[in-house]
């Protein structure tokens, strides 16, 4: 297929890396970016007014599930892969906790082709960090990054043990890849379904302290600081989580974390109702530590924002509370809650919006991206700072529709997304938008 020549015109773009925030012209042709600047010629390319939108490098969510091996009922590749493009993501990094794991070379390459024949947001496999994610004994970490993994995680569980999570530290630091762990202690979570707090108890829902958070964290600090490898917290969420990575970031230890939009958005209290749509691991915590998540956000403590989308079947969530699978979607939702409660409340600049949703999560993973610099693929992200969106879960291109936010009214959304030059989604509520035509999906 040709790839088109366009001309973003009158755009506000924000590229932090290359420092720039203000009214320019992006030309792409051939897939590439050729040129940022203002009042470029037009020259053969279609033009596009992009005025009153925002253009930024395309948005990195580096904590998903595409469910593809071996769950399609809930999402699969190309449908997990739309959601994120009308999400406004141009990539995404994808958890191993498939069926089977991806805890070998085999897997890896088949989630890649499934991404290649779907055409639409690239795909960056994250491997698992022991066989099977049992905890027993490390996969072969290096052939794992050969085929086309970017990270090592066992997410869905914690890296069992101190001395895998060593071993995978001191593996990932020799082929530069970070471990993601999903920082809980089992025994301490045992079997509980909420944050253990007043909420949960005031509704007879068994507990999970934020200390089984807080304690696994501090293990992996100690064991980043003893071996120099790179360690990511996955969805942190509780306030002494936060105070141990700043502590390890202030000791020189390679700690990054990122934050899910639930995580700083809602808080215990929305479990009255017992909607098992509130039902995520980590459980929505308390109201001061919603509130940390947000001072992080702002004071740069926070490195990325990720969704951890986590489809499941409305059968499999149409139970009781107890029973339920922990997980929400949120590849569509995460934009509007981004732009709303950070951006428009004054929070965040969208500099740093940009450097949470695409830059910090691309140099994270080491992949391209983060930046919309001539040369580089033309992964971009138009954004509209003040549409009006209103969530409807039915509506969602995620093949599961299981969110909390269904029927909220949010100011921010997407305009469209160009994955390598080629536009991957269009907003059909936003008119400027409608001069793009999106690449047809089968
Ligand atoms: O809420 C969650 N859902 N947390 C996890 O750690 C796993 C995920 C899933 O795979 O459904
Ligand atoms: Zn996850």
């Keep these: 297929m040709k790839l088109g020549s366009f001309l973003l015109k009158g755009g506000r773009v924000v590229d932090p890396v290359n420092g720039l925030d203000g009214t320019r012209d992006v030309l792409i042709d051939g897939g590439v970016i050729k040129a940022v600047g203002a009042d470029l010629p037009v020259g053969a390319a279609q033009v596009v007014d992009v005025s009153g939108l925002l253009v930024t490098p395309g948005l990195v969510d580096m904590h998903v599930h595409l469910r593809e091996p071996g769950q399609e009922h809930k999402e699969t590749i190309a449908t997990g892969t739309a959601s994120a493009v009308a999400g406004g993501f141009t990539a ?53 990054k050969a085929a086309g993994c970017v990270a090592i995680s066992d997410d869905g569980k914690p890296v069992l043990t101190a001395l895998l999570m060593r071993r995978a530290l001191e593996y990932t630091a020799m082929c530069g890849m970070p471990v993601i762990d999903h920082c809980e202690d089992p025994t301490l979570k045992g079997d509980g379904v909420a944050h253990e707090g007043f909420n949960a108890s005031r509704l007879g829902l068994k507990g999970i302290p934020g200390e089984a958070e807080e304690l696994w964290i501090e293990r992996d600090i100690t064991l980043a600081g003893l071996t120099g490898g790179r360690f990511h917290v996955a969805h942190l969420s509780t306030r002494g989580s936060l105070r141990a990575v700043r502590v390890g970031k202030a000791r020189g230890i390679n700690v990054t974390c990122e934050v899910a939009p639930h995580h700083f958005v809602l808080t215990d209290e929305a479990l009255e109702g017992y909607d098992t749509n509130v039902k995520m691991n980590p459980p929505l915590r308390e109201a001061a530590d919603r509130d940390e998540m947000l001072r992080g956000i702002v004071d740069g403590s926070v490195d990325a924002i990720a969704t951890d989308h986590a489809p499941h079947h409305a059968d499999e969530k149409r139970v009781e509370f107890d029973r339920a699978p922990f997980g929400i979607v949120g590849l569509e939702t995460c934009v509007p809650l981004c732009f709303d409660r950070l951006v428009h409340t004054g929070l965040i600049t969208l500099t740093r919006f940009v450097e949470l949703l695409s830059v910090n999560p691309a140099r994270i993973l080491g992949v391209a991206g983060g930046a919309l610099t001539p040369g580089a693929a033309a992964d971009i992200s138009i954004l509209a700072p003040d549409l009006g969106v209103t969530i409807d879960a039915a509506k969602l291109v995620s093949k599961s529709k299981n969110t909390p936010f269904g029927g909220w009214s949010l100011k921010g959304g997407v305009a469209a997304t160009i994955v390598g030059g080629r536009v991957v989604y269009a907003n059909p509520d936003v008119p400027r938008a409608r001069a793009f035509t999106p690449v047809s999906v089968a």
Excluded at 93 to 121: H, I, W, Y
Excluded at 133 to 143: N, P, Q, V
């Design 92 to 144: 995404v990094a994808c958890m191993p906790n498939t069926d089977p794991v991806n805890d070998q070379a085999s897997v890896t390459q088949f989630m890649l082709k499934r991404a290649a024949e779907a055409g639409l947001a690239r795909v960056y496999p994250i491997g698992a960090v022991t066989l099977g994610s049992k905890g027993e004994h490390l996969a072969e970490i290096a052939d794992l």
